[in-house]
């Protein structure tokens, strides 16, 4: 993806990385729930443990931020925020149904302590590589192209979710009309896992833990991606005022 003019020619910040880290972060927000709920916690209770990444977001961002503005440099800082944003991701990869709650809560905050921080440092990365004629342009194209990552993103990790947890399913329950009935259900909606028999339910359960697995270590093929994409990022001077003095 190209996100055009100098930025591009002069190669200040690998196209795909701002749409690749909302891919990755698109799949791992949106299945999360799924884990939570079926470790027995309430949709309710769900969202609630995902507060570490929204608060990790803000933090990494503001962080960012700061620093780049005591430091006028970003280089390093967006490496080191993107391996906070990739070893996070690593973590995620490892959950299972017996996963202590500490490890869920700091997981998801250095996700998004590393996603905040690589948000804004690749937007400043973008707008630094550009004449100020352009940065409006540039800014509108970044923006667009992480809406395009999470749609992506979404699209893929249902995809592999699907079609894992049908193969799954069939592998721990079995064969026969009555499975393949309760195996569309479940496709269906997710909510008819509350009502298997118990027997089912924990040979489900370990189905969707290899799905949801499927799907984070995708997840974390794309940070590393994001990770070796950032690696062509060019540091130029930021100013302190718009005529870049």
């Known amino acids: 993806m190209v996100y055009g003019n100098e930025c591009f020619r002069s190669c200040t910040l690998a196209p795909a990385h701002p749409d690749i880290c909302k891919a990755n972060t ?84 250095m996700v998004g302590t590393g996603y905040g921080g690589t948000l804004t440092v690749s937007l400043l990365a973008l707008i630094a590589s550009v004449d100020r004629s352009e940065q409006a342009v540039i800014t509108s194209a970044n923006y667009a192209f992480r809406s395009t990552g999470s749609t992506i993103g979404t699209t893929i990790g249902s995809a ?30 997710f909510d008819e896992f509350d009502k298997l028999p118990e027997v ?3 040979k489900a359960a370990l189905a969707y833990m290899d799905a949801l697995h499927a799907v984070f270590w995708t997840a974390f ?25």
């Open 221 to 245: 093929g794309l940070g590393v991606l994001a990770f070796v994409c950032y690696m062509y990022v060019r540091e130029h001077t930021l100013h302190k005022t718009l005529d870049r003095k």
């Open 26 to 109: 698109a799949q791992k927000y949106f299945y999360a729930p799924i884990y939570f709920i079926l470790r027995g916690y309430s949709s309710a209770q769900a969202g609630l443990r995902l507060t570490p990444y929204a608060i990790g977001i803000s933090i990494g961002s503001l962080g960012a931020g700061l620093t780049i503005n005591a430091t006028g440099k970003y280089y390093v800082l967006g490496q080191s925020v993107m391996l906070i944003f990739v070893l996070g991701v690593l973590s995620i990869c490892t959950f299972n149904l017996t996963t202590p709650l500490f490890p869920q809560f700091f997981d998801f905050f």
């Open 160 to 189: 592999i979710f699907q079609n894992v947890l049908v193969r799954k399913l069939r592998v721990h329950l079995g064969s026969g009309g009555e499975v393949e009935g309760i195996i569309q259900r479940l496709r269906e909606r």
């Open 200 to 202: 089912w339910k924990e």
